[in-house]
């Protein structure tokens, strides 16, 4: 966490009163940090901010440089990684001045596919929402949830199964969608939690045995000590130094993944989906860009409640991307509704995870705008 790549996380979370003495432009700066915090797709960080500071607002924009080609064929994952960022800043706003205007702009599913085509820099980015800042409202008493922005972390680690969510925290996930843009499904019962955790053993073999999957993983799985600024070193997952460097190199075709690393791979995330005491999928009314949006809001919403109270949170992206499955996924839950964010969790089994660092990230200058896009 000392070393560069990490500096984002170490921005002072202001109290009213601090806040209230900042310019303008130093506050919107700063909800755009509060973005920058959030969880996104193999830690691609594809959110973008152009801060206009004389009409005080942001305009938030998807970097589709930034949508991975293979697992994310679609967009969707990256998309649902900008709806956490607006919901961070809607949380900030909530708690520093007030409720927030976020004006969600339509966008047409092929406005957000993978760019490919370098030569039409017009298409790179693309315009998704605008943050207004508004100063005469009065401020929410949702500080706990503000803080575990700042904490917040993505934890691939195994959960104690007997410790259960207590029911006031699931009502309160419950709340956190609207039951018709999104809605809260939760699996309990070990008849369905074997079931997806089979999806996710089967989904993380065809990654390993896939060529074109594992090389654009193994881009994104990195070594613990790496100094970049994007991907996901390997302690996120529990590996050792070791094993961190073997799983980058024999993903990206640089060697032979050992038998031992790619049965760990493979059954990592099956296990901590039939181990865990709180599987949570988000399902939506139509597979479109508005709602992915808010498939990532609320999540990011349950995300923060359930930090806020010491329960540790791991997301499962993959299967979601996967047609057959995603369509089983509806069979299972007993709805016609489309699944867009799967998620497990629970309390850390073991104490010395919590000692896992944060996703690195871009310095904050990376993800601005000097210009509005054309």
């Known amino acids: 966490m000392e070393k560069k790549n990490y500096k984002p996380w170490h921005i002072t979370p202001y109290t009213r009163d601090q806040f209230a003495q900042l310019g303008i432009r130093e506050k919107l700066l700063f ?50 990684s900008l709806g956490c960022a607006i919901e961070n800043m809607a949380i900030g706003a909530s708690y520093l001045t007030g409720i927030p205007n976020i004006e969600t702009l339509y966008q047409k599913k092929k406005s957000v596919l993978p760019f490919i085509n370098q030569r039409d820099k017009s298409e790179r980015y693309v315009l998704m929402a605008r943050f207004y800042y508004i100063t005469k409202t009065s401020p929410l008493p949702i500080e706990h949830l503000y803080k575990a922005i700042f904490s917040r972390k993505v934890m691939r680690a195994e959960f104690n199964p007997q410790l259960r969510l207590p029911p006031v925290t699931i009502r309160k996930l419950e709340a956190a969608t609207d039951g018709k843009k999104t ?5 309990t019962d070990p008849v369905r939690k074997f079931s997806i955790s089979e999806f996710q053993g089967q989904a993380d073999g065809f990654v390993i045995n896939s060529p074109r999957f594992s090389r654009e993983l193994g881009k994104w799985l990195l070594q613990n000590d790496t100094d970049s ?97 995603n369509r089983l996924f509806g069979v ?43």
């Open 31 to 80: 909800f755009c940090s509060l973005g920058h915090l959030a969880p996104n797709s193999h830690n691609t960080q594809p959110w973008r901010f152009f801060i206009d500071h004389e009409q005080s607002f942001i305009d938030i924009y998807t970097d589709r440089n930034f949508v991975l080609p293979i697992s994310d064929v679609v967009g969707r994952q990256a998309v649902i």
């Open 183 to 187: 809605r809260l499904h939760i699996i």
């Open 332 to 374: 299972l839950l007993g709805t016609l509704r489309k699944p867009a964010v799967l998620f497990r969790a629970g309390i850390l089994k073991n104490e010395k995870d919590k000692n896992r660092p944060h996703s690195p990230r871009l310095p904050i200058e990376d993800v601005l705008l000097l210009k509005r896009p054309s």
């Open 229 to 325: 600024p994007l991907g996901m070193p390997g302690i996120g997952f529990g590996l050792m130094d070791d094993e961190a460097i073997r799983i980058h190199r024999g993903l990206s075709g640089e060697s032979s993944l050992q038998p031992e690393d790619n049965l760990k791979f493979a059954l990592a995330g099956k296990f901590g989906i039939e181990k865990s005491p709180f599987i949570g999928c988000i399902t939506i009314p139509k597979d479109e860009v508005s709602y992915w949006i808010e498939a990532g809001r609320s999540f990011e919403h349950m995300f923060l409640i359930m930090e806020s109270q010491g329960i540790s949170v791991a997301i499962h992206a993959g299967i979601v991307e996967v047609p057959l499955v």
